[in-house]
């Protein structure tokens, strides 16, 4: 029991330190990666499945200038988003809204992953407290008489 108990430590820990590398601190990023991450979230209006980032359509170069320009003017990420979703409309966001019927493109990923891990638990529990099947006497009997009767047969 200790060594299972053990392994569930060391699951918390490895959890526990994904979760501290993975956490970013919004105020230690700089205008330049503010920059990047609104143009890695904007498609470009002309391009095929490209970022503003990524390309280098002339469209993309203004829109990537005009991010920054509004960056070092003190907007809000939101409030950039807003902007470019009122100039080029909801399709420039690669990223899907979290509100309405778009928030389930969030939330049913979340809600599948928990109930397929709740299932898996449900079946492991009834498979580990399974009660073994004892043959009874009769069994016994009907068995040991089927094997008398093999044996004359042969």
């Given at each position: 029991?200790?060594?299972?108990?053990?392994?569930?430590?060391?699951?918390?820990?490895?959890?526990?330190?994904?979760?501290?590398?993975?956490y970013?601190?919004?105020?230690?990023r700089t205008?330049?990666?503010?920059v990047f991450?609104?143009?890695?979230?904007?498609k470009?209006?002309t391009?095929?499945?490209q970022?503003?980032?990524e390309?280098?359509?002339?469209?993309?170069?203004?829109?990537?200038?005009d991010i920054?320009?509004?960056?070092?003017?003190?907007?809000?990420?939101?409030?950039i988003r807003?902007?470019?979703?009122?100039?080029?409309?909801?399709?420039?966001?690669?990223?899907?809204?979290?509100?309405?019927?778009?928030?389930l493109?969030?939330?049913?990923?979340?809600?599948?992953?928990v109930v397929?891990?709740?299932?898996?638990?449900?079946?492991l529990?009834?498979?580990?407290?399974?009660?073994?099947?004892?043959?009874?006497?009769?069994d016994?009997?009907?068995?040991?008489?089927a094997l008398?009767?093999?044996?004359?047969?042969?």
């Amino acid at each position: 029991m200790t060594g299972r108990r053990l392994s569930w430590v060391l699951m918390a820990l490895v959890l526990a330190g994904a979760l501290v590398a993975g956490y970013s601190d919004d105020e230690a990023r700089t205008n330049q990666d503010r920059v990047f991450d609104l143009a890695s979230t904007t498609k470009c209006p002309t391009c095929r499945s490209q970022s503003v980032a990524e390309s280098e359509a002339p469209i993309a170069k203004e829109i990537r200038a005009d991010i920054a320009r509004r960056v070092d003017q003190g907007e809000s990420d939101e409030e950039i988003r807003s902007f470019l979703v009122s100039r080029f409309g909801q399709e420039v966001l690669l990223t899907p809204s979290s509100g309405g019927l778009a928030g389930l493109v969030w939330v049913v990923p979340v809600v599948a992953f928990v109930v397929a891990g709740a299932a898996l638990v449900v079946v492991l529990r009834r498979w580990q407290t399974a009660v073994p099947v004892e043959a009874t006497a009769d069994d016994r009997a009907v068995v040991a008489e089927a094997l008398e009767g093999r044996g004359r047969d042969e």
